[in-house]
């Protein structure tokens, strides 16, 4: 009950009184409300009127309750006689008494008049934790605060928001009686919104930690086996010079001891070290055990049953979220684990220091952490990559002046004379204006190459081999060494879709068994089974009912049919663009400026890019959002098949979307372009581009760092920074619409749950996974053609890991803890990127680059034994008078003399020979060796790969050697306990068998008479 104390605050002769909510003296936490009295004239004896401020009036909001809009004294003067009055209750992070700890948060929108605000709307509740588990359901919460118990006419509402406040009225009895403490706060900063906090008390923690076998820290501790000799000493030189880069994080610092963990259970509890009840399960723990409670707590006011997903759903709850610790940034907040990690985690000031992952993981959960430390190793294992590239795009630098064909290609005297890129207004064109390209494209393609594109296979094995070694030591020290077992319990909690679909069709089936029933005159004998089959319908209909594959049928058909119709829209944009390419350089062709003319190529290409970039952004939005949609309509039973199937469906339209434009540069440009007087047309209309004479590489090139950098740049970080910055800007703006000193105090007096209730909710990690392993095929797929690919992937995760962890320090609302001991699907998808990369690296090198014509033409072609003739040799001859009618250059004396022999590339026989621009041998010898490289390097690299995976354990073996530690401590701890108990037994029975010896050596009368006999003789 808040108490109202008098304080008198002025001497004049008309008297104000304050009467003021004072602190309870249980430590209660209220708003501090203030009403303000006039009474009499009458000196310091006077008697004051009696304004009828009845505490117990002060529960609910009334005409015996004054709000402050009933006086006009300047806020000034209120603000400072009033003290902070949520101090105690940590500004909403604890209930209204100090000590029960707020672990979950409901939001709702209750519909009232806007009038009835009152500064008393916020009342204590129940105290004892009995009472509120014994309150029944038709009873109104404590601290509800119902408008129309004041006495006044409540409004007429629609049925739909009865419904609503029906269905909160019945869960939140449930929870209650689930052993939840509630407390609810409609009086808020933000108009039209309620909260209902939610505590569980230690019982409920205990026996719920039991059900879901949480492993906790047990009293034993033991030492953990440190290296020795040679490794004791590389380790210590190590931690010393790594530690300026590492986060001023305890949990980070390296352990020698650790507590052995097992399951909790409260018939052994006195394993555990509970000398600090408040602090044995972190706030991470509470929030996973109030969560299971709300999502197994069914709602059946409706007729079926519905946990906090169907709630949420249906609108009848507008959100739940876990509080986040407190305030990250200013002077008086307390330290707590969200600002240490916005100082030490989520700073671009600490860039270069590792991630606390042991904090994040003990803040946000294991799956969280899990994927923060997938994050780091990855952008770890890059540094070597990138350094191996950039060598090796040196390496190209340092020898672009000794390549024997990008000099001929250059070199005037030579005067090769090329045949017309389009039909008509191109016309014919020196090889030698080509230099430029010829030298750009030996930066990534010379020997080097190769080299590099089996450094990253191998990369890529010793990759996910490194990071499965890690993920076994994050799951020992997590404990989650046997976490599979309750991971198949937690799988099989069906999705609140699929219950409302199953309940859907049983409903139908039942209304179809009545309707038969009808019509079949039933037996006498069958009544009471009738009878009961009645009465167990309405426990639960959906027991026994499954969604089989002719109920899914219809889905199935329309993700097959969208799938490939998204697909052929990706194709279909693709062929938009390479018509594009084609009209766009015929046009550019007939420009009369020779400037445009000479850099027709880099002009179609860079534009073409540039497009690709913006229809790949754009569709990868839309492509996320049908992913999604095909998924629900499926209707998975559980949350991991949910989100495994979504994330199938995400990644395989994702991936044709971004890769598809690089495929069509890299294995079929060029390749169906047929040859002069005998070219391909794309409806009769387009003719089929052609590759540079220095190859299609360097084009590739442009092509896969132009997409990479650009989803990287505006689709992984403009995106992720400026629409978070726009958000929060606007809802800074409607908060500056009111005045600033209003707005000034709802800041300073916002509670935790508001303010957290006004940040983003966390949609997943299947949108950052995404952009990993999408950014991941850059890296490995096309690596062959852009060596850099790994130093820009990795300059873009530096920056990554520091703007996620901002986001979901300060951004997002604190998501729910979810245990996880892996990845997920998502290394299966990376394993697979990593198979695919070989073999297309593979076809990139033997067929994209000039790499094997050259080797070819080495070993068997060359006269000297050096590349001299090379260009020449790959350049096929045509006669000018064969083209067909109407594809002759309009200008055939562009070049100042007249054209009889043009050339181009490809392995044809010439003009003069019998069988003229037919195949030539060479054509089948360069495609027979092509093809043999792709056998043996394929075979080779995948060998290695498999090689790697085999040499390097999955599991550590210190931490194999810990693990059995901790199997070998737990029995000798058991049976130490079981010997106490036997010895503790032994004992009673020695006592007993003494208490006997009197009785058997005296006889049945001294037992009686015996002092251990009080009660005599019978």
Not at 56 to 71: E, H, K, M, V, Y
Not at 467 to 476: A, G, H, I, S
Not at 519 to 543: C, F, Y
Not at 588 to 607: D, E, F, G, K
């Amino acid at each position: 009950m808040a108490h109202v104390s008098f304080s008198n605050v002025s001497s004049t002769k008309t008297g104000l009184l304050c009467a003021r909510l004072s602190q309870p003296r249980d430590g209660r936490c209220s708003r501090g409300v203030r009403v303000w009295h006039s009474f009499a004239e009458g000196g310091r004896g006077g008697r004051r009127k009696r304004s009828g401020l009845d505490p117990a009036a002060l529960r609910r909001p009334g005409p015996d309750i004054l709000t402050a809009s009933d006086f006009s004294f300047p806020p000034q003067l209120l603000n400072s006689l009033s003290v902070d009055p949520d101090a105690e209750c940590k500004h909403g992070l604890y209930f209204r008494d100090g000590r029960r700890k707020v672990d979950y948060i409901l939001v709702y929108h209750p519909k009232r008049p806007s009038g009835s605000r009152t500064l008393a709307r916020r009342v204590p509740h129940s105290d004892a934790p009995s009472a509120a588990r014994g309150t029944r359901q038709d009873q109104p919460l404590p601290g509800k605060g119902s408008v129309g118990a004041a006495g006044g006419p409540e409004p007429p509402m629609d049925y739909h928001e009865d419904d609503k406040r029906f269905r909160r009225d019945e869960y939140e009895g449930n929870l209650l009686e689930a052993g939840l403490e509630l407390e609810r706060d409609e009086d808020t900063k933000i108009h039209g919104v309620g909260f209902v906090k939610i505590h569980a008390p230690w019982n409920v923690l205990c026996r719920e930690a039991e059900f879901l076998k949480l492993k906790m820290p047990t009293k034993k501790l033991y030492h953990i086996n440190e290296t020795r000799g040679l490794l004791k000493k590389i380790n210590s030189v190590l931690q010393k010079i790594t530690d300026p880069i590492q986060p001023k994080v305890a949990e980070h610092r390296p352990q020698t001891t650790k507590r052995l963990s097992y399951p909790f259970s409260r018939e052994k509890q006195h394993l555990f070290d509970l000398s600090d009840k408040d602090s044995f399960f972190d706030s991470k723990t509470r929030s996973t055990i109030v969560y299971e409670i709300l999502k197994r707590t069914t709602c059946t006011k409706a007729k079926y049953s519905m946990g906090i997903t169907s709630l949420l759903a249906n609108g009848v709850y507008s959100a739940a979220y876990p509080l986040h610790d407190g305030d990250y940034e200013g002077e008086n907040v307390d330290f707590n684990d969200r600002k240490l990690l916005y100082q030490e985690w989520a700073s671009y000031k600490v860039f270069y220091k590792y991630q606390p992952i042991d904090l994040v993981r003990k803040y946000f959960g294991e799956k969280i952490g899990l994927y923060f430390a997938w994050l780091g190793v990855y952008t770890q294992m890059l540094i070597p990559a990138s350094v191996v590239g950039v060598i090796v795009f040196l390496y190209g630098c340092a020898t672009v002046h000794e390549n024997i064909p990008s000099m001929e290609m250059c070199d005037q005297k030579y005067n090769i004379t090329m045949c017309p890129l389009c039909d008509k207004t191109c016309s014919y064109w020196k090889m030698s204006s080509a230099c430029a390209t010829a030298r750009a494209s030996h930066l990534f393609d010379n020997p080097a190459t190769v080299f590099f594109s089996v450094f990253m296979a191998l990369w890529a094995a010793t990759f996910m081999e490194h990071w499965k070694r890690k993920q076994m030591r994050l799951r020992y020290h997590w404990d989650l060494t046997g976490f599979e077992e309750e991971e198949e319990a937690v799988k099989d909690h069906p999705r609140a879709e699929y219950e409302a679909r199953v309940l859907e069709k049983s409903l139908r089936k039942e209304s179809k068994n009545k309707e038969k029933r009808r019509h079949i005159p039933e037996e006498s004998t069958n009544k009471w089974r009738q009878r009961v089959k009645t009465a167990m319908a309405g426990v639960k209909l959906t027991d026994k009912v499954k969604l089989t594959w002719r109920d899914r049928f219809p889905a199935y058909f329309t993700n097959l049919v969208s799938i490939v119709f998204m697909i052929a829209v990706t194709f279909a944009i693709v062929l938009g663009v390479i018509i594009y390419r084609i009209s766009t350089a015929a046009a550019l062709a007939m420009n009369s400026s020779p400037s445009v003319r000479s850099n027709i190529r880099v002009t179609v290409t860079a534009t073409a890019v540039i497009i690709n970039l913006v229809v790949i952004i754009l569709l990868d939005e839309v492509y996320g959002c049908i992913a999604r949609w095909l998924t629900k309509i499926e209707v998975p039973k559980t949350e991991k098949s949910f989100e495994e199937r979504l994330i199938f469906k995400a990644f395989l339209l994702k991936f044709v979307n971004s890769y598809t434009p690089i495929f069509y540069v890299a294995f079929f440009k060029g390749r169906f372009v047929g040859r002069p007087g005998d070219y391909v047309y794309i409806f009769r209309s387009f003719r089929m581009e052609e590759c540079a004479p220095g190859g299609c590489l360097m084009e590739l090139c442009i092509q896969l760092s132009i997409i990479m950098l650009g989803k990287q740049l505006i689709q992984n970080n403009l995106f992720e920074i400026g629409i978070p910055k726009m958000k929060k800007l606007i809802r800074y703006l409607r908060l500056r619409r009111q005045s600033p000193a209003d707005h000034d105090e709802h800041v300073k007096r916002r509670q935790r749950y508001e303010a957290d209730y006004t940040l983003e909710p966390f949609a997943g990690l299947t949108p950052e996974y995404m952009e990993m392993i999408i950014q991941f095929g850059f890296v490995t797929l096309f690596v062959a053609s852009f060596p850099l690919a790994p130093l820009f992937a990795l300059l873009n995760n530096i920056i990554e890991i520091r703007l996620d962890a901002k986001k979901f320090v300060t951004e997002l609302r604190r998501p729910v803890a979810v245990r996880a001991k892996d990845i997920g699907i998502w290394y299966n998808i990376l394993r697979g990127v990593g198979k695919l990369a070989v073999i297309i690296n593979a076809f990139v090198i033997s067929f994209t680059s000039d790499f094997i014509p050259r080797l070819v033409y080495l070993y068997m072609y060359s006269e000297n034994g050096t590349m001299h003739g090379f260009v020449n040799h790959t350049l096929s001859s045509f006669d000018v008078s064969d083209f067909q009618n109407g594809t002759a250059p309009n200008d055939p004396l562009d070049l100042g003399y007249e054209v009889q022999i043009c050339r181009y590339k490809d392995y044809r026989e010439p003009p003069w020979s019998e069988h003229k621009y037919d195949i030539s041998k060479d054509f089948w010898a360069v495609l027979a060796a092509r093809l043999a490289f792709v056998i043996v390097f394929q075979n080779l690299v995948m060998f290695m790969s498999d090689f790697v995976d085999w040499v390097i354990p999955d599991i550590p073996k210190d931490i194999s050697q810990q693990v059995h530690k901790e199997k070998v401590l737990m029995v000798e701890l058991f049976m130490r306990e079981e010997q106490g108990k036997q010895q503790l037994l032994d004992t009673w029975m020695e006592k007993d068998r003494k208490k006997d010896e009197p009785c058997n050596n005296h006889g049945p009368k001294a037992c009686l008479d015996s002092p251990e006999y009080p009660g005599g003789a019978l």
